[in-house]
């Protein structure tokens, strides 16, 4: 006799997969391209306002991995999490991930954040086509305007968007922060200098936070609100 396997997980639904696993084909594609495009431009990176550095990256997907994207959807599903914030949506894989997490828990919104209009409208499609926008609404903006009220108790924050902004969009959001929240800060060996100040804040005790660094993709901060 045979038996079939019965998963309770949304991110191995066979739609999901399929949104997935183009996404981070295609980034393979392009993301080479796009950054080199950058560099060659001559742009100075680190003075260059946000709006230009989004126009410049438009068609780059700069995703998780497919590693992180499993940690962030496991930390949503352990902490039953209800309302996340996510800066820095892009193409929406990392929003996929934690929507599938929302949708196992039994409800919830992904808050998610782009500044770039051409990456609002593809990250909303993917997201259709996983069958998930009931548990997203995406902010197009400046996050440091559109994350402001962010409408409630946050279980989640990941921080993904540009890194310099990172420790401004945590102070925005932090007194929606419940004790028990997650912080999450991504790509911490792409971005070490734009990233030193997020993480003496969030690593000196005195602020109220638990933090330790994971060795997930590009490197990954864990943070917990005391």
């Known amino acids: 006799m045979t038996s079939s396997i019965v998963t309770k997980s949304t991110f191995l639904d066979e739609k999901v997969q399929a949104v997935l696993d183009r996404l981070h084909a295609l980034a393979d594609l392009n993301d080479a391209i796009a950054i080199q495009q950058v560099l060659k431009s001559g742009l100075d990176w680190y003075s ?8 410049m990256l438009s068609e780059a997907l700069l995703p998780i991995s497919t590693d992180v994207g499993k940690f962030i959807y496991g930390i949503a599903r352990s902490i039953s999490a209800k309302r996340i914030v996510e800066f ?7 929003t996929i991930y934690l929507a599938a997490a929302l949708r196992d828990i039994g ?3 992904v808050i998610g954040s782009e500044l770039e209009s051409n990456k609002v ?4 499609q993917n997201i259709a086509e996983a069958g998930l926008s009931q548990f ?3 902010r197009a903006g400046d996050a440091l305007q559109t994350l402001r009220h962010p ?3 946050v279980d989640l924050l990941f921080l993904d968007g540009w890194k310099n902004l990172c420790l401004e969009v945590l102070h925005l959001v932090s007194g929606n922060l419940r004790s028990g929240s997650v912080i999450l800060a991504d790509d911490l ?3 070490p200098e734009e ?7 969030v690593r000196n005790p005195v602020n109220g936070f638990v933090s330790v660094t994971l060795p997930l993709g590009d490197g990954l901060e864990y943070s917990v609100k005391l």
């Open 107 to 109: 409800g919830g919104l």
């Open 121 to 124: 409208a593809r990250a909303t």
């Open 195 to 201: 990233l030193a100040s997020y993480l003496e804040y």
């Open 136 to 138: 997203v609404e995406i």
């Open 48 to 55: 260059a306002s946000s709006e230009d550095k989004a126009a």
């Open 151 to 153: 409408g409630g108790v």
């Open 88 to 94: 820095g949506t892009s193409y929406g894989i990392s």
């Open 189 to 191: 060996s792409l971005f």
